[in-house]
């Protein structure tokens, strides 16, 4: 029993050691969005999908570069990222249940 409770505080220890803040932003997409004259940078990054967008209107050239699972993440014409809605399971739709007021003497 003793063991058990050193071990339950030296995990306690452990877990509160680890930054929290680190693992905070995991899923919170960083985008940066450049425009300057004739071209157009986007950088996106969200932690599983990264992509690197360019267009230049000089010469009409777009490039983009993915890295990762970037299958969620559709890119727009003006390089800005739409997510996809997937869906895991079909969808039930149930009727919203109506629930009258008695009234005192409409019983």
Not at 15 to 41: F, K, M, Q, V
Not at 69 to 76: H, L, M, P
Not at 85 to 96: D, L
Request: glycine content about 8%; some cysteine.
């Amino acid at each position: 029993m003793r063991a058990n409770f050193k071990l339950l505080i030296l995990g306690s220890a452990l877990a509160a050691a680890i930054p929290t803040a680190a693992l905070a932003d995991w899923h919170n997409p960083y985008i940066y969005r450049e425009t300057s004259g004739s071209w157009t940078n986007v950088t996106y990054d969200d932690g599983i999908c990264r992509y690197r967008y360019s267009h230049s209107t000089y010469d009409n050239q777009t490039y983009l570069n993915k890295y990762g699972d970037c299958s969620r993440i559709a890119v727009g014409p003006d390089g800005l990222a739409t997510p996809i809605p997937m869906y895991g399971a079909p969808v039930v739709y149930r009727a919203p249940i109506v629930r009258g007021r008695i009234m005192y003497g409409q019983e």
